[in-house]
T-cell receptor, first 111, second 114 residues
Framework: AQRVTQPEKLLSVFKGAPVELKCNYS??????LFWYVQYSRQRLQLLLR??SRESIKGFTADLNKGETSFHLKKPFAQEEDSAMYYC?????????????FGKGTKLSVKP | NAGVTQTPKFRVLKTGQSMTLLCAQD?????MYWYRQDPGMGLRLIHY???????AKGEVPDGYNVSRLKKQNFLLGLESAAPSQTSVYFC?????????????FGPGTRLTVT
């Protein structure tokens, strides 16, 4: 079964501390993975995708096929990073290439 | 360039009432989607469309119908609303031929069914 698991509903860190939002997936083959973010009172938007191997707003995410993980990391959290973060997997077969979202992790960065 | 817009922003319905949510996009995207967002459940796909005149079921289609008569519009209908359909509904669109299929989301519609 194709599935995305985000084990933490809420993650709270202090400003300047490192942050890691966990994402594990279940998928046979080469996965396509994404992180979407929803800031307060804003619409959901793409943060980064693993094929781009990019760093956006200081965030990076590395695909680890051995551990089937795609954790989102930032070395020094900022208050403006407080938001809801969703990990997503592109599903195939019955999912027709649609995105399968995890349940989300709410990141709270305290001053 | 408005991107993806949704109307209405808020709505309160009584059980059994019907309503239609409208999604419009001005990016000429082929793909459009309707999701619902519930606390602790994340985003779940209700229905989607791969082009004008086509629709398909997603993960949680029961109780909803959709239509895509024009490429830029994707309508989500509730024929007989139930309290379990209280949720925030998001529309999204994408172009799978470019941009790695980034989905662009609307601002959401908050629906309460009493």
């Amino acid at each position: 079964a194709q599935r995305v698991t985000q084990p933490e509903k809420l993650l709270s860190v202090f400003k300047g501390a490192p942050v890691e939002l966990k994402c594990n997936y279940s998928y046979s083959g080469s996965p396509e993975l994404f992180w979407y973010v929803q800031y307060s009172r804003q619409r959901l938007q793409l943060l980064l995708r693993h094929i781009s191997r990019e760093s956006i707003k200081g965030f990076t995410a590395d695909l680890n096929k051995g551990e089937t993980s795609f954790h989102l990391k930032k070395p020094f959290a900022q208050e403006e990073d407080s938001a809801m973060y969703y990990c997503a997997l592109r599903g195939y077969g019955g999912s027709q290439g649609n995105l399968i979202f995890g349940k989300g992790t709410k990141l709270s960065v305290k001053p | 360039n408005a991107g993806v817009t949704q109307t209405p922003k808020f709505r309160v319905l009584k059980t059994g009432q019907s309503m239609t949510l409208l999604c419009a996009q001005d990016m000429n995207h082929e793909y459009m989607y309707w999701y619902r967002q519930d606390p602790g459940m994340g985003l779940r796909l209700i229905h989607y469309s791969v082009g004008e005149g086509t629709t398909a079921k997603g993960e949680v289609p029961d109780g909803y119908n959709v239509s895509r008569l024009k490429k830029q519009n994707f309508l989500l209908g509730l024929e007989s609303a139930a309290p379990s359909q209280t949720s925030v509904y998001f529309c999204a669109s994408s172009d799978r031929t470019r941009n790695g299929d980034e989905q662009y989301f609307g601002p959401g519609t908050r629906l309460t069914v009493t």
